[in-house]
């Protein structure tokens, strides 16, 4: 296991474990700080190919439709190497617009990360 | 609030106001008696449509103004976000069938899909738009 440092409070914590990249997420995010999200994304995607990005934002009370495309941006990246996307603990509100954007069918939901772990890829 | 039912707030299109603005806006929809969902999806629209502002009105910059007017009305509350852009009318509402792997236009299909009235009316100098929320 190893841990990255992405320089931003938005996204505190960051580790690898084997295949997958685990990050937890905190804060409101609109499009102030969602470049500030992208950057850390792919910085923590830089450190080699992962056949999971797990994003524990169940400290994410709100997203716009900004963050949404970062999320996207980096579902597309992990397809590439063949991984998946996903996202756990996801507040109400937050599940919401995933929901209406449709994203709730491409990225993979789970209660929480070692759920997301566990999953097959 | 000095005034509980109108809150107009004169801010600009620097995306730093998005956050004050759309607590402000639901503090102000909450003081009216909506319910927690309905002032979420207000701010959660307030806020894509001054981003809207900021990318398309403005073509991204910070400095340029925005006015938002919140009131109370007998079926909810209208919120009136009036810019001095480009004045560009989205030509029609896109249809809430979208490729979510091409999220552009989300925040329009946000205003589609939650609010009760959605009105662009092009101004000489930019353009006001109109949204409600129903109580119920």
């Known amino acids: ?121 | 609030m000095a005034d509980e039912t109108s809150l107009k707030l004169r801010t600009t299109s620097d995306p730093a106001n998005l956050a004050p603005t759309r607590h402000r806006i639901e503090a102000f929809c909450a003081h009216q008696q909506m319910n927690p969902e309905a002032c979420d999806l207000i701010g959660l629209c307030v806020n894509e449509a001054m981003a809207n502002v900021h990318r398309h009105a403005y073509g991204g910059a910070d400095d340029q103004p925005i006015e938002v007017l919140a009131e109370r009305v007998q079926r909810g509350v209208r919120v009136s976000i009036r810019d001095w852009g480009n004045g560009h009318t989205p030509a029609t509402l896109p249809d809430v069938k979208i490729d979510p792997l091409r999220p552009g236009g989300l925040g329009l299909i946000c205003l589609k899909q939650y609010m009760d009235v959605v009105q662009f009316s092009p101004q000489p100098d930019g353009m006001l738009l109109i949204i409600e929320k129903d109580r119920t």
């Open chain 1, 1 to 121: 296991m190893s841990d990255f440092n992405t320089g931003t409070d938005l996204v505190p914590l960051a580790r690898r474990e084997g295949d997958a990249i685990i990050a937890r997420v905190e804060g409101e995010i609109d499009l102030h700080n969602s470049p500030e999200l992208r950057s850390a994304l792919l910085q923590l995607l830089q450190g080699g190919p992962a056949k999971k990005l797990i994003l524990n934002v169940s400290g994410v009370p709100y997203m716009d439709s900004s963050a949404i495309a970062v999320l996207v941006e980096a579902l597309q990246k992990m397809r590439k190497f063949g991984g998946k996307l996903y996202l756990t603990g996801l507040q109400p509100r937050v599940r919401g617009l995933l929901e209406i954007a449709r994203l709730d069918t491409i990225f993979v939901l789970k209660k929480d990360e070692q759920e997301a772990l566990q999953a097959p890829v």
